[in-house]
């Protein structure tokens, strides 16, 4: 199969401190989309104008993602509340909730023929539901319109809100997902505005109100130590988190944190081995894994 390179421009980056550029490493590559079903997503996607986080964060899995039946869309808007140091999502003031939004990705998701929706979202700290109620709201109609999909809700921490995250959890989605993004050391400054342990009691709190699978992610290549990604991975396991996925971060423009090293492969099998150990259900560890990398198969 053919083979394109991500983009220069995401992989190599300047750090502060010297002149040497970091270059992209020999296996930051990315197969090209081919197959039927992910042309057939492709031609809805582009006749409808659709929007899915897939195609508008070039995430280099889409290709074999949307062949499998998996998308993931975002909801609440594209203005984030929070200004974390990782994320391209603009940060600013957000637009008025639109209302109608659950019927439309509901109606997106039929017509892409999706076999697992993955949900995301912005952070909306400027609502007192934090967005919650149109979660609840999305989750039920992909039920009602497409009643054969089945979900992956990754959500925000909800200000650690428990009434927010019950909507969630009472709306039923397969998975419920909330990720660490890095280790406790580096929150402050990866993710400013969020707390390493209120995102582990949200995790918690989600399993012991009975939710089946719950999920989290790590970015790697931030600055954080081996034995801090382990403990991380150990702090995950004791919220009782069933399914991991940890990923090369790429710095998405020069305004965001620099990539302060590329993990090498065997350093991610490394890793899923530990995590696989210490008695995760699915541990999705590799260089270019992203949240939703694999997702259908975290349902099993």
Same mark, same amino acid.
């Given at each position: ?29 990315? !197969? ?6 992910? @042309? ?30 998996t998308a ?18 603009? /940060? ?9 939004? %659950? ?6 998701? @039929? ?8 949900? /995301? ?19 039920r109609a ?40 890095? &280790?406790?050391?580096? /929150? ?34 931030l600055g ?12 995950? !396991? ?16 020069? !305004? ?6 590329? &993990? %090498? ?36």
């Open positions: 199969m053919e083979l394109i390179e991500v983009s220069e421009s995401t992989v190599t980056i300047e750090p502060k401190a010297s002149n040497e550029k970091i270059h992209k490493p020999k296996w930051l590559r990315v !197969k090209l989309p081919t197959g039927d079903q992910y @042309k057939k997503v492709r031609k809805l996607v582009d006749n409808y104008k659709l929007h899915t986080i897939c195609e508008s964060g070039n995430c280099p899995n889409m290709g074999e993602c949307w062949g499998a039946g993931t869309f975002m909801i609440l808007g594209n203005v984030c509340t929070r200004s974390c140091g990782f994320c391209a999502v603009a /940060t600013g003031r957000p637009d008025s909730v639109d209302w109608d939004e %659950p019927e439309r990705v509901a109606r997106s998701v @039929k017509l892409m023929k999706v076999k697992h929706a993955v949900i /995301t979202s912005v952070d909306r700290d400027d609502l007192p539901d934090g967005g919650s109620i149109i979660w609840a709201e999305t989750i992909i039920r009602r319109i497409s009643p054969g999909t089945t979900m992956e809700t990754l959500i925000p921490d909800f200000k650690g809100e428990r009434r927010n995250i019950d909507r969630v959890i009472e709306a039923a989605p397969e998975i419920i997902s909330h990720n660490m993004e890095t &280790v406790r050391r580096l /929150t402050r400054k990866v993710r400013i505005q969020a707390q390493y342990d209120r995102s582990l009691e949200v995790l918690r709190y989600i399993k012991e109100q009975g939710q089946r699978r719950t999920k989290s992610g790590i970015m790697l290549g954080e130590t081996i034995e801090e990604v382990l403990e991380t991975m150990r702090d995950l !396991k004791s919220a009782n988190v069933d399914v991991i996925t940890l990923g090369q971060y790429l710095q998405p423009t020069k !305004k965001h944190l620099p990539v302060a090293r590329f &993990v %090498p492969p065997e350093e991610f099998e490394y890793l899923k081995e530990e995590g696989l150990k210490m008695g995760f259900i699915y541990v999705e560890s590799g260089t270019l894994v992203r949240s939703s990398y694999h997702a259908e198969k975290h349902l099993v």
